[in-house]
């Protein structure tokens, strides 16, 4: 298995930036999917989750509104659109697979992207 998170940055506040996670080694289209992030010093934070058809999809509440999950099971490709960026949205982020809503129960995760917000 292998998740390979790109598209992190540093951007300003109100900026927008798009994650991908390019997936391998599985069968992608038969997985749930999450995005989870984790700032310098805190513990891992769920951001969203997608189920294994894209039909539906849950926000942790810091994302609501401003982030949309979504996948290319033909690409086998995960991303995050993240818009109406804030400070505290600063983390590294990660794809992970084993459940749309449960960190704990998260079977791989890539090395991450990380992505900066400031002022």
């Known amino acids: 298995v292998q998740l390979v998170e790109s598209g992190g940055g540093l951007v300003e506040t109100g900026q927008s930036l798009r994650l991908s996670c390019v997936a391998s080694?599985?069968?992608?289209?038969?997985?749930?999917m999450m995005w989870v992030r984790q700032a310098t010093g805190k513990e891992l934070e769920y951001v969203s989750g997608i189920n294994y058809d894209g039909a539906d999809t849950l926000y942790g509440e810091p994302v609501q509104g401003r982030f949309t999950v979504s996948r290319d099971n033909d690409k086998s490709t995960l991303y995050l659109q993240m818009n109406l960026l804030k400070i505290e949205d600063t983390a590294k982020y990660f794809c992970?697979?084993?459940?749309?809503?449960?960190?704990?129960?998260?079977?791989?995760r890539g090395q991450g992207t990380q992505v900066t917000v400031i002022t």
């Open positions: 080694g599985f069968a992608f289209s038969d997985h749930d």
């Open positions: 992970a697979m084993g459940s749309m809503r449960r960190v704990d129960r998260i079977s791989y």
